[in-house]
């Protein structure tokens, strides 16, 4: 078994190492970490487009003063879904999701990918949930044939005295006895393993030396449902990972970034000129200060410091750059996702504006319905269940998951419009006795997520 998942675990980090260079590019041009010295950033657009889109992302898909998940009861049964909404709810609002899934939606923006870690807190904690924001520089995963993710491989480097107090049942091999007892803070390299079996999920936790499993295994476990929940803007076929806005505008994102930088040289050289002198014994050029007012000395009949012509004309940069700029903007969306508006909308212009972000949503939305929010919604379920808050729920078989966010309500407005439309033409064509109000009322109360009791 311990071949097997060392065989799982190299097999991901294979497929991974391509991905992770095309990360390093998205990441180095968007949003750089401090260390990041490989490459000057001098255009900022792709950046601001990114935070841009990540903000849209949190307040389409997870709001966090409205209620945007229920559950919706299809058969009668015992579990009550409406307790488990509340539930849920509670618990959510009243953990560390909202703060930390805007850095998941910057993941997923930048490099395709995103990973947030779903764990449970102990029990006395004001809320069951805490999430963590995995950088995919740190996961490594695999897929079977029909997408789903069979195996989470999370790497982290931990000093060895902290590990051991993480994990007292560990005992050091005998390679590590010695080294640990020397150096107390030498760096270990922990993996943590999650690969889905016929029982769940199986959780195992080992130090990487680069041998054998053996002897190095911290921790063993399992889950009931996957507490890495990875989730792609899109993706192409037979793709592990993700591919993001950014990685298509990567080209325009690099072109803009080096001609800023050649604009910002070209005004260096118009601000502080190129000079030119004769060397004729009079003029030391280490002397000379180009400053306003400053006396420079040079020879009788000689010309003296003269400037040198330069023959860089940069105005048609300014028109690559300003089509450069609008490109990123509209790869990264932000020219169709702007949340605020310069001018008051009519009730017409805002349904068609919400009609064209379903449109460019759409496949994102429905990936992400299916990846990120039902998978969370599971887990969260089946923790709150195994500790007697609700009784054990079933998406499969008991209820049916009803996303109420404002992205999942564009697709709604259209129905809704077309319904009111056709209701103000049969009632100017005298129509309206054919209509059967009450079915009418039941279903615009569904597709705007009325609550039963205000509808009689």
Not at 50 to 76: G, H, K, Q, Y
Not at 227 to 242: C, D, H, L, V
Not at 425 to 445: C, E, P, Q, R
Request: charged fraction near 20%; glycine fraction near 6%; include cysteine.
């Amino acid at each position: 078994m311990n071949t097997k998942l060392l065989s799982l675990y190299k097999q991901s980090m294979a497929g991974r190492d391509a991905f992770a260079r095309r990360w390093a590019d998205c990441r180095r041009y968007t949003i750089p970490t401090p260390d990041d010295q490989t490459a000057a950033l001098f255009d900022s657009t792709a950046g601001d487009a990114v935070d841009m889109l990540a903000a849209n992302m949190f307040s389409l898909l997870t709001p966090p003063e409205s209620l945007w998940i229920s559950l919706a009861r299809e058969t009668e049964f015992s579990p009550d879904p409406d307790n488990a909404t509340e539930y849920l709810r509670r618990h959510l609002n009243n953990s560390n999701f909202y703060t930390t899934v805007h850095q998941s939606y910057l993941d997923l923006a930048t490099v395709g990918t995103a990973c947030l870690f779903f764990s449970e807190n102990p029990i006395g904690a004001k809320s069951a949930f805490s999430f963590t924001a995995i950088p995919m520089n740190d996961v490594s995963i695999l897929r079977d044939g029909a997408d789903n993710i069979t195996a989470v491989f999370h790497t982290a480097s931990m000093p060895a005295a902290e590990m051991m107090e993480k994990y007292p049942a560990w005992t050091p091999p005998a390679s590590l006895r010695d080294s640990i007892k020397q150096n107390p803070e030498m760096p270990l390299r922990l993996v943590q393993s999650v690969v889905a079996d016929a029982e769940g999920y199986a959780f195992t936790a080992w130090i990487d030396c680069g041998g054998e499993l053996e002897n190095n295994i911290v921790q063993t476990g399992r889950f009931e449902t996957n507490p890495y929940i990875i989730f792609r803007w899109s993706a192409a076929t037979g793709e592990t990972y993700g591919r993001s806005p950014v990685m298509r505008a990567l080209p325009d994102i690099k072109t803009a970034n080096k001609v800023v930088e050649l604009v910002l040289k070209n005004a260096t050289i118009a601000v502080s000129g190129i000079w030119q002198a004769d060397d004729d014994g009079v003029i030391n050029l280490s002397n000379i200060n180009l400053t306003p007012g400053a006396i420079i000395p040079k020879a009788v009949g000689s010309s003296g410091l003269t400037p040198l012509r330069s023959g860089a004309d940069f105005d048609v940069s300014q028109l690559v750059l300003g089509d450069l700029r609008a490109r990123i903007r509209h790869a990264l969306l932000a020219d169709r996702l702007s949340i605020l508006s310069d001018k008051e909308m009519t009730a017409t212009e805002i349904i068609a504006r919400n009609t064209d972000m379903m449109r460019v949503l759409g496949a994102t939305y429905g990936r992400l319905l299916c990846e990120f929010i039902r998978p969370m919604v599971e887990r969260g379920l089946a923790i709150l269940a195994r500790r007697g808050a609700i009784d054990p729920i079933s998406l499969h078989t008991d209820a049916r998951l009803c996303y109420v966010a404002p992205i999942a309500r564009l697709a709604a407005d259209e129905r809704v419009t077309q319904i009111l439309t056709f209701l103000s033409a049969a009632s100017s064509v005298g129509l309206a006795a054919n209509i059967d109000n009450t079915a009418v009322m039941n279903y615009l109360g569904t597709a705007l997520h009325i609550p039963e009791e205000l509808l009689v």
